[in-house]
DNA sequence: TCTTCTATGATTAGAATTTTCATCAAGTAA
DNA sequence: TTACTTGATGAAAATTCTAATCATAGAAGA
């Protein structure tokens, strides 16, 4: 999951980074608009968090470029206490949400949550790429419509790569998602190559390419145009 | 793992309840210090928060007095932002950690896992309950001092049940804390019988007492005095 | 108080999954 | 090339989970 936080504040700007990458998200951040557009040309996000009310520009003008390019990233709005209005156009204009200022990381974390729930479950019920398609509320996984066995480690690990996909993951970062917070007390990550493999294996034999491209002393890449 | 605050403002004491029965903790709280005293006498906690700038009564009090019960729980000073006079002192009568108002709640959680954790590796290395050893660090248990070979679910339970010793625990609870948050999704916990079999016979086989007492219909009470 | 019923917990065996281990293959740098 | 590191593979071991069966506590009713 990719977040793009657009804060002006840095105080506030780093401590949301640094929690929400925690919570294992990765993350990227603007200072103003400029740079934000800039990164929102280059990259795909999950979910966007917009300060509405930055000094230098409009913070409406990012959620409409946003929509008038289809992008599929989840927008959440943050607004100072004051301004309302702003809010409301923004949500008008197809935010997804807004949290107002001053707000405690926790619950900015559950509103995530709760958006990327709301995308993958409720709006596109299926994730579908190429001849991959993933029904998320039956953590079911078919390729050319036939239905592939996986296990839960297989599962979480194909979603991981697919919520990553085109980018760069390591295998730390493999590990801290599929096993969580005691995994770096963990001296190898060998399993990992394991269940890659069973992945790959199950995948091919339903005739999907080998989409996750190994990285040698890097990791690995889901490497997909969809 | 159960906690006490001690807080007068009620809006800050709701949310903070609410927060960290979500992180899975057992809360009590009391408004002012004659109440906090009173659950203080009957209960044992593993950590207790204490406001320290109440308008009626010293905090400091409260402290003095869970240290010359030698209480073994950990204690986090709450304080306003202004009076860092009463912080010291609460830290120099043997206070653990400090916090300023306003926190953000996910602050004062990573507060309190810092607290268990260093109460429960550092301080004491060793968690010793009549014949059961526990050796966190290693992960490792003995009993009468010989090692018993439990499986991390295993372990996982037998350190719920001691850090919630002489209390009962629903198997909701349980499966909340071995399995996170997904838990509630399950339809049935069955294998929560399996594990906990597993783990008695194991200490059994070491001549140990079993002091897990079945609960019917309500749960399990890991019954020692120590 | 004594059955009977029902819900909950215990037990066991076995299936499925996860992890470990040993070995082989391939990439990179000297 | 050679040495070294990283990744892939297969088989086996360990762990976790499922499912079927049995046992027991508590409730309901005679």
Chains 1, 2 share one sequence.
Request: hydrophobic share 40%; proline share 2%; net charge negative.
């Amino acid at each position: 999951m990719k977040i793009l936080i657009i804060e002006d504040e840095p105080e506030l700007r780093k401590s949301m980074k640094q929690y929400l990458h925690q919570e294992g998200y990765v993350i990227e951040s603007a200072s103003d608009y400029s740079k934000a557009l800039e990164k929102i040309e280059v990259y795909d996000y999950d979910c966007i968090l917009v300060d509405i009310n930055l000094p230098q520009g409009n913070g409406l003008d990012i959620i409409k470029h946003l929509k008038q390019n289809h992008s599929k990233a989840g927008i959440i709005i943050i607004s100072a206490k004051n301004s309302s209005d702003d809010k409301i156009l923004g949500l008008d204009l197809g935010a997804d949400d807004y949290l107002a200022k001053p707000f405690n990381l926790a619950e900015l974390n559950s509103r995530i949550k709760a958006l990327i729930r709301r995308r993958n479950f409720d709006g596109n019920k299926l994730i579908e790429i190429n001849e991959i398609t993933i029904i998320p509320e039956e953590r079911a996984v078919k390729v050319h419509n036939i239905p592939v066995n996986l296990t839960a480690k297989e599962y979480d690990l194909l979603l991981f790569f697919i919520s990553n996909k085109n980018r760069v993951v390591s295998k730390n970062s493999i590990a801290e998602h599929l096993w969580g917070d005691d995994s770096d007390q963990i001296d190898s990550h060998d399993f990992i190559y394991v269940h890659l493999r069973n992945l790959r294996k199950k995948l091919a034999e339903k005739g999907c390419v080998d989409y996750v491209q190994t990285i040698y002393g890097i990791g690995y890449n889901f490497k997909i145009s969809v």
